[in-house]
Structure formats: C-alpha cells, structure tokens
C-alpha cells in the first residue's frame, strides 16, 4: 500500500512535472529544461539499467525525440513519465539490436496472484543504497523482473503506466516487480546480516534463460 507522505510527493511532483511540460509545449524553454531537470535522472538509470555504459548516448537520442514530438504528447506529468519512458525503451532495443545483444525475452506470468503493489522494505532500501549499488542489484534479477523494478523504483512509474511502457498487462508486470522486489529484500536481509551488500551484476540486464 503506497503511504500517504509519497502519495502527496508523487503529486506534487507530478504537477510541477505537468506545469513544465505544459510551458514547454507553449515554447518556453525554461518549461522543457525544467521537466528534463525532473525527469532525466530517472530516466538515465532506466537506461543505464538496460544498456549499461552506453546509456548517456542513447537517454541523448531519446531527449532529441522528446523534444521532436513534445507538441504531439497529451497528458499530465504522470503521463509525460510513461511517454518519455517508452521512448527511452525503444532506442535502449533500438541500441541492443545494432550491438547484436540479445534482445529482451518474455515470460509467462500468472496474472492470478493476489499480490500488494508495493514491498516498502526492499523499496526503502533500495532508496537508502546509491544509485550505483541499486542499479547492480537490480541487473541480478531475471531481466522481466529487473525492468519491472526499473520502471517502479527509478522512473516512478506505477502498475499501469509500467505496464503500457512494456506492451504487457498490468498484472503481470506487478507480479514481476514484486518478486523481485522480494528477491532485492531477501538479498539486502542477508547482506546485513554479514555486513556486506555483495553484486556479481554484469554491466547491463542479464537475460532470462
């Protein structure tokens, strides 16, 4: 259950976010700096999460086509997060099919679970840890889990909206956010009882076999 302190930060960041995007599409610059300004760390970790040390390039290829087609976009803030994420998504692939990796894989997820939407301990951990040691742990998970808690911890995004940015439907982009998640906060449990938060993570996702 989301708590009502974020609930009340989401929106307000949401409305500045929908201000500026508002400004920006009437052509003040100072609009579209400021929702670049709110939007690009998030959306540069989604990015590095995927390509690793390619994501600088790629999160600049997806601002130039934000900026192309910001006069094309309806929404509010909330929405202009999911838009400029699948952006990003698609020339993160985009990158993956020209360096010849591996493309991101499908799993079968059983929609069915009654699971919560949110594993405050492992999400207040991740926030407490740097961006650095987060994004390595999550490059452990299965690649359909780890770009669910991508979209969730580092975009902001929620059931839904992470859920249209993958093509897929929205429980079974909750079912795969929560178990990894769950796995994040049994990983971050045993770290602390040794003392040491330990990662083996490659550079970018590791795919799913």
Same mark, same amino acid.
């Given at each position: 259950?989301?708590?009502?302190?974020?609930?009340?930060?989401?929106?307000?960041?949401?409305?500045?976010?929908?201000?500026?995007?508002?400004?920006?599409?009437?052509?003040?610059?100072?609009?579209?700096?400021?929702?670049?300004?709110?939007?690009?760390?998030?959306?540069?970790?989604?990015?590095?999460?995927?390509?690793?040390?390619?994501?600088?390039?790629?999160?600049?290829?997806?601002?130039?086509?934000?900026?192309?087609?910001?006069?094309?976009?309806?929404?509010?803030?909330?929405?202009?997060?999911?838009?400029?994420?699948?952006?990003?998504?698609?020339?993160?692939?985009?990158?993956? +099919?020209?360096?010849?990796? *591996?493309? #991101?894989?499908? /799993?079968? %997820? !059983?929609?069915?679970?009654?699971?919560?939407?949110?594993?405050?301990?492992?999400?207040?951990?991740?926030?407490?840890?740097?961006?650095?040691?987060?994004?390595?742990?999550?490059?452990?998970?299965?690649?359909?889990?780890?770009?669910?808690?991508?979209?969730?911890?580092?975009?902001?995004?929620?059931?839904?909206?992470?859920?249209?940015?993958?093509?897929?439907?929205?429980?079974?982009? +909750?079912?795969?956010?929560? *178990?990894? #998640?769950?796995? /994040?906060? %049994? !990983?971050?449990?045993?770290?602390?009882?040794?003392?040491?938060?330990?990662?083996?993570?490659?550079?970018?996702?590791?795919?799913?076999?």
């Amino acid at each position: 259950m989301v708590r009502g302190g974020e609930r009340r930060r989401t929106q307000a960041y949401d409305a500045e976010l929908g201000a500026a995007v508002e400004r920006a599409q009437q052509g003040d610059e100072s609009g579209f700096a400021a929702a670049y300004r709110l939007v690009h760390p998030g959306l540069l970790g989604y990015v590095r999460g995927l390509v690793g040390e390619d994501a600088e390039d790629v999160t600049s290829e997806a601002w130039l086509e934000i900026a192309r087609d910001l006069g094309r976009f309806r929404g509010d803030g909330a929405g202009f997060r999911g838009w400029t994420a699948t952006i990003a998504r698609h020339r993160a692939l985009d990158h993956l +099919r020209k360096r010849k990796r *591996r493309p #991101l894989t499908s /799993l079968i %997820e !059983q929609d069915v679970l009654d699971l919560p939407g949110r594993q405050n301990t492992a999400d207040d951990a991740l926030e407490a840890l740097s961006t650095g040691q987060a994004l390595e742990m999550i490059a452990t998970l299965p690649r359909e889990q780890a770009e669910a808690v991508l979209l969730r911890v580092v975009v902001g995004l929620d059931g839904p909206a992470a859920a249209r940015v993958l093509g897929k439907r929205s429980g079974s982009v +909750r079912t795969s956010a929560y *178990r990894g #998640l769950k796995r /994040l906060a %049994e !990983q971050l449990a045993a770290g602390s009882r040794t003392g040491v938060v330990t990662s083996a993570a490659p550079r970018t996702l590791r795919d799913e076999t």
